[in-house]
Structures are given as C-alpha cells and as structure tokens.
C-alpha cells in the first residue's frame, strides 16, 4: 500500500542523514517515537519532535534510554509503527529490549548514529563499531535485521525499507548509521508519496476468542492485534506457547527460539541486500558499508585504473549477512578485503563464510575519521598479489 | 468446581473451591460474623479449609471473598443466588411421550 | 410427565471472568497478599462500569508482576522496572484505551524502575500505579527492596538492614502524582474503593498496597503466617486521610499511617500537550486523541 501523504515531505531536500532518516520514517507511517538525546543522533528526534504535531502522532523524550526502547513496544501493542534512536552508549543501555522485542515479535525500528567508542570515546566523530553488538548484544539466541545506509538519499530510501522490514517479520530492526552519514549533507529526493511502497502491518482477521497470538503459519510470522481491540490478548518476555502464556519447559523453549530464529534464517535469501560493482571475474572484492563504501568505492576506481580486476560488493543489509555469496566468491577470487571502521567485526562474518579458501584482507580502524582510499588502495594492490 | 453448602437458615451462605485453599485464615479470621472454622479434613493438598461452624450466623456479605488469595471461598446472599440460578435456568423440557 | 426440573447451577466466583482461569492455581504462596489486592482490582473494575475490552494491565517482573498473567484483559508482562515506561508508550500510543494500569512490586517500581516512577509522576503521566508494597524482593528469595524496614532482615542484609527506606507515598506526591494512596490488604473494602477513584481518576495515580510476604519477609523475620501480619496491619494501622506524605514512613512493624493522602488534579502529560500545541499553532493542530474521554 501507499505511503500517508500527511508523512511526505515531496520534494527535493538538501538535508543531512539525520533529518533523512527522520523523513523516511515519518514516509515509512512512523507515528510514534520516543528518544533520548545522545550526539550524534539528536537530530533525528529533533526533527520528529518539530514534524510530528502537524503529521499527526506522538513524540516523547523519555528519562533514558531503557525507557525509549521499552516505551516505543507499548505504544507498537497500540497499534503504532514505532522508532527510538540513539548511538553506542545508547543502544548498550537498550540492549535488554532488544530482546524483549526479538522474543514478543514486536515490530520495532532502532537506529543507531555510530560513534567512536567504546564507553564515551568519541562523540561527535564515527565509528562502524557496533555493527556485531546489534547482532549479538542481547543475551539468548534471536535474529535482527540491520540495514546500512551510505549516503543520507539512503537514509531516507532504506528507511522505508527497515519499517517494511520490521512489519513483515516482525522483529527488531536496526539502522546502522554513522556520524558521518549522518551529519553530511547532500541532495535528497522524496518522491510523492503514491511512489512509497509501505508494509501494513499482519492484522490477524480471526476473532476474539479464535486468535492465538504466537500461532504461525509456513511463513513463521504470528498475524497481530493490538490492545483495545477485544482480543484479551497477554505478552510476556518469559518463554511462553501460542496463547501468549508462560511455558517455562525446554520443548516450549526449543519450540519457540527455532522457530524465532528460522523466522529470519529460512527468508534470509528474500532478505539480504548487496549491490555489486565489477564482482564477476574480479580477482579481489572489497566488501563494505556505510560510509566506507564511500571511501573504498573511490579506491576500487583507482585500482581499476592500475590495470586491476576489482569487485565492489556493498553490504545494504549486513544482519542477515549474505554468506551464501560470498562462499560462492570465495571458490573464484583470490582474496577479499574488508575495510570497517572497527578493529575487524564483518571481517569476521567474510571469513566465516569464505571458510579459509582465500585470505580475507582487513584495515583495522579504531574509528574517529574514515579511511583514506589510499590506504584501501594500498591493501587492495596487497590482495591482488 | 464449587461445591455448595446450600443450609437454608441466615441470610446466606459460602460457594468454596476446596482444592484450591491454602489455609491461610483469612476468612476465617476476618469473617465479620465469626461463622468459619478450619474443617477437620484435609484438602488434597493437606490444607485444611474453612467451614462454616455457624451457617445461619453467615449474611453472604462476602469479605471472604474479598480476603481470599487464592479465589478459593466466597459468599453470597441467598436472594442473590436464587437471582442467578433463575438467570441461569433452561428452557422447559418437552415432556417425553408416552 | 412434565419435566421443568432446574439443574443444579455452578455459581461461578464472582471474581473468575475477570481471570485466565486455565491459568490458575496461581503461583502465589499460602498467605501471599498479592491474591487478595486483586480481588480489590476486580471489584474496582466491576464497580466502575468501565468496557473491559479498553483497559491494559502491564506488570514488571516480580511476583505482583505475576498479576499481569493472570487478568483476562490486554496484559503485558515487560522488564524489570520498565513497567511504567511501557505504560507511556501504550497510553500515549492509543488514549482511546479506557485505562492503562501498572501493577507491580515495590522492588520493581522503586528500585530498578525508581527512575520511571519518578518521571511518569512528574509529568502527570495518565496511569494508575498499583504497588504492592511486601518490603522484600520476594521472586528471588527474599532480598532486600527499598522499602524494607531498618531492622529487619532478608537474605543480602543477613544481620538486618540498616539502610533507609523509601517513603513511597512522599516520593510520589512529592514527585507530583494527583492521587496518592495507602492502604493494607487487611483495608480491603479501602483499597477497592480506592482503586475504584484510581480507575476514574485522570493522571499519575499511585496506591501502596502493603501486603504480607509469609514465604519470606515474615519467615525470615519471625513474623508468623500471612494472617498474623493482617493482624498487625489491623491493630497498628491508623486512618489520616490528608495526611501529610513527609510523616507517613514506616518502621519495623512500626505503627501505619494508611488512608488517602492527596488527591488533586491537574492537566496529564497529554493534555497539556494538546494545550500548548493547539495555542501555538491554532487551527493548523489536530489535537491528538481527537476524543480522549474517560468512561
């Protein structure tokens, strides 16, 4: 269906990331959000606070941010797409309630402006350091969607996206910014909103009385309602059946985390996203995202100029990370190279899938600036040799 | 499962769960009539539930129910459980021929 | 022969729609107070009319956060302290919802979840807060909360507490709650009645609900049963209504101040919201709830 026009700000935008990504949303059907300030994300909730009392829906500066991540899932059981935003130290605090919504299935947007970490590091300058914590940072076993956008156009594209994401799986979906993205400022176009493909969310028709909240079909996504509506329906963060009631026994464990964790991993290939540049019969590949790809995209163009045979592959979605593909590569180039803004973390993921079959290159970088296309250069020339 | 205690004397009686009661006394010590006691039986649990040791003392005001932590007793007015088994009754049975 | 011969009728406890009955036995202990500030919940319900199918019951976690599971309403049993803010989320998300009640432990809301108490208080956000006060962190075997008495002794003050405890009807009315109540599970008829006024109320309503905790908080302190801290509850309890919060602190089975305490209105977080927008941008606002009425 199509996008809310009263959420469309059609036009063409010179804006920065952050106020992209807050236009994407509110395009997205995004009506309620509730934040906490932490640099270099403020923006984006600044802006929602200023756009949405004439869009129509709520914004609220909690106390915290374990507030704002629990507050935007009571108001999603309202029946609201729902956002928070922060950055490191932000999302380390929202981590329990990312598990609260990875085991309840509730539809939710987190996006994460990165920054030099860890602790307080580097506030107002980047990282991509955070990009296993959204996988792994929650305790117990779940499968997050993360989007990476590398230019604020994606902020506002990918945005749509990460909302359509989170309503057809119905899992917590993360957007991994920068500080860079997220404070640079280029052309953004907004289309009329007749243009915006939105995912409804899976409103069950089954009647009171009928419905089962955690029931699923082949698809391994529940149909949902939310309060008010009759259903009497009960959620817990404990282990629990379809009904929604606790069942605290390893066969309703077992039962319940496979399927919350096939949910993703059976879609996965509906799922991950990459745009590839120059990647068959390349000998080297560089994988990367975010701003880096910005960096590396200018250094795969010097390296092809010198007479080398290099692929561009640009992670969209990093989480679920595209192993198949690279597993595919890793049988004809001869080395990867994966320039991150950390100390190697979807390093580990290329290596993981190539499984040792060609060396996998990284630039470890403790965030802070980017990469300087020489330096990728220089490690590309390394790889091809 | 209720099981009634329906003495027709007083002004009402108590519906008690028995299985459910875990002999914490707060009917007991709190009913305003002083007409419950702990029962010589155990329940299935080994609990010993109340009983009404003065059944035409109970009013069926229901603070025992109020009290209760486990839903297991309450009381009601006689009027008021004639007004719901009325509510609650069939329709006439066709009478079988012959 | 005529056959009109009424059955027998199962008179159903009053109290059992209000619950999920294939989920009882409850996991409560024998003399647990918790059960009995429901049946006050129920009662409340009933006695205000309100549709059933609009009011949301959210918990913490903790054994009153268990109460969530047990209502049949839309209930949602969240994170340690992060009741109330969930709360926000949903009350704010949708004010058609007739009421949205938090209901949890004194632990839960004062200790982890202190820091939303606080601010859900002072924005007046429209909630009631039903605390069921047993002076210990009882789930995980009895440890000490922020209300415990000096004196008495639970698992981590093995020796006895000596760290002070919250007045949580100060904290409260201080923080700026429109209704603040007390009462014991003993004040049965009290406390339904005053989460009757709770039900009805508009903006932060906060009710302690002191109840015993035999398993653990009695136990560990040779209080005896559940019944006997009831009749302590009794005799020690006085009625102020109006009482003035700064006196109403507890001591080891001390004497209770109990009654309701303040009681005053001004605008919730949402109406003042609606306030300020549609002054500052006129007809260009829609006030947000469009119909936000309680019934």
């Known amino acids: 269906m199509h996008a809310d026009p009263k959420g469309v700000l059609t036009g063409i935008h010179f804006i920065d990331g952050d106020h992209a990504a807050c ?363 | 499962m209720s099981e009634a205690a329906p003495i027709k004397k007083g002004k009402g009686t108590i519906f008690l769960t028995l299985e459910v009661c875990k002999g914490c006394s707060y009917c007991i010590d709190f009913c305003p009539a002083h007409c419950l006691e702990f029962s010589r039986e155990f329940n299935r649990k080994g609990y010993h539930y109340p009983v009404l040791s003065s059944p035409e003392d109970c009013t069926g005001c229901d603070l025992c129910g109020l009290y209760c932590p486990d839903f297991a007793i309450f009381g009601m007015r006689f009027k008021d459980i004639e007004q719901r088994r009325q509510a609650a009754a069939p329709e006439p049975l066709i009478p079988a021929r012959g | 022969m005529s056959a009109t011969e009424l059955p027998v009728c199962e008179i159903e406890n009053p109290v059992m729609p209000y619950l999920r009955q294939e989920r009882l036995p409850h996991i409560w202990c024998p003399g647990c107070g918790i059960g009995t500030t429901v049946n006050c919940f129920t009662r409340a319900l009933t006695d205000s009319g309100m549709d059933l199918d609009r009011v949301a019951i959210v918990s913490g976690i903790g054994c009153t956060g268990r109460v969530a599971g047990y209502m049949n309403l839309d209930s949602f049993h969240t994170t340690h302290g992060r009741a109330i803010p969930f709360a926000t989320g949903l009350r704010l998300a949708n004010p058609d919802l007739a009421k949205v009640v938090v209901y949890s432990g004194d632990g839960d809301l004062s200790a982890i979840g202190g820091n939303h108490l606080i601010h859900a208080a002072r924005r007046n956000m429209d909630l009631m807060v039903v605390c069921v006060n047993n002076f210990t962190y009882g789930m995980t075997g009895g440890q000490v909360a922020p209300t415990t008495p000096i004196g008495a002794t639970q698992t981590t003050m093995p020796y006895g507490n000596f760290e002070n405890p919250f007045n949580l009807p100060f904290l409260a009315d201080a923080c700026g709650a429109v209704y603040v109540a007390r009462w014991t599970v003993y004040h049965v008829k009290q406390l339904a009645k005053a989460m009757l006024e709770g039900l009805k109320k508009k903006g932060f309503v906060f009710i302690e609900a002191m109840a015993p905790c035999p398993t653990l908080y009695s136990r560990r302190n040779r209080l005896g049963d559940g019944v006997d801290q009831l009749k302590y509850y009794k005799e020690k309890s006085k009625v102020v209504n109006g009482a003035d919060t700064k006196e109403v602190g507890l001591t080891f089975q001390g004497d209770i101040t109990v009654g309701k305490f303040v009681d005053r209105d001004r605008p919730t977080w949402l109406e003042a919201m609606n306030e300020h927008y549609t002054h500052h941008f006129g007809d260009r606002y829609t006030p947000y709830g469009g119909s936000h009425a309680q019934d």
Not at chain 1, 173 to 178: G, K, L, P, R, S
Not at chain 1, 207 to 213: I, L, Q, S, T
Not at chain 1, 221 to 243: C, N, Q, S
């Open chain 1, 23 to 385: 236009e994407g949303a509110l395009a997205a059907g995004c009506r309620f959000v509730a934040g906490y300030p932490i640099t270099p994300s403020t923006e984006v909730v600044e802006r929602f606070a200023a756009r949405i009392p004439l869009v129509g829906g709520m914004f609220i500066q909690l106390e915290d941010e374990l507030a704002s991540s629990i507050a935007i899932q009571g108001a999603a059981w309202a029946g609201k797409k729902v956002m928070t935003v922060t950055s490191g130290p932000g999302l380390s605090l929202m981590m329990e309630h990312v598990g609260y919504a990875a085991f309840t299935e509730t539809p939710c947007v987190f996006v994460d402006v990165q920054r030099g970490g860890p602790s307080t590091g580097l506030p107002t300058l980047p990282a991509q350091a955070d990009m296993m914590q959204v996988k792994w940072g929650s305790h117990g076993d779940y499968e997050p969607i993360a989007l990476c956008p590398n230019s604020p156009q994606e902020c506002f594209d990918l945005m749509i996206k990460a909302f359509n994401l989170a309503e057809t799986y119905r899992v917590p979906v993360f957007f991994m910014m920068d500080e860079v993205v997220g404070h640079m400022t280029e052309r953004v176009v907004i289309p009329e909103a007749s243009q915006i493909e939105v995912v409804e969310r899976k409103w069950t028709t089954k009647k009171p009385g009928e419905y089962r909240p955690y029931e699923t079909d082949e698809s391994l996504v529940p149909e949902m309602v939310k309060a008010g509506d009759g259903y009497r329906i009960h959620i817990t963060g404990l282990t629990h059946d379809e009904r929604g009631y606790p069942a605290m026994t390893a066969p309703a464990q077992d039962k319940l985390v496979k399927r919350l964790v096939n949910k993703i991993r059976a879609n996965a290939d509906k799922i991950v996203d990459i745009r590839e540049d120059g990647v068959a019969g390349a000998d080297v590949v560089v994988v990367s995202f975010g701003i880096t790809s910005r960096v590396a995209g200018a250094a795969v163009e010097a390296a092809r100029a010198a007479g080398l045979k290099v692929g561009h592959l640009r992670l969209v979605i990093t989480w679920p990370f595209p192993a198949k593909r690279i597993r595919e590569l890793a049988a004809t180039v001869k080395a990867f190279v994966v320039p991150e803004l950390n100390m190697g973390q979807m390093a580990l993921e290329v290596e993981r899938a190539a499984a040792g079959r060609v060396p996998v290159l990284t630039l470890p970088h403790a965030g802070g600036t980017v990469h300087e296309p020489a330096a990728i250069l220089a490690k590309i020339k390394e790889a091809a040799q």
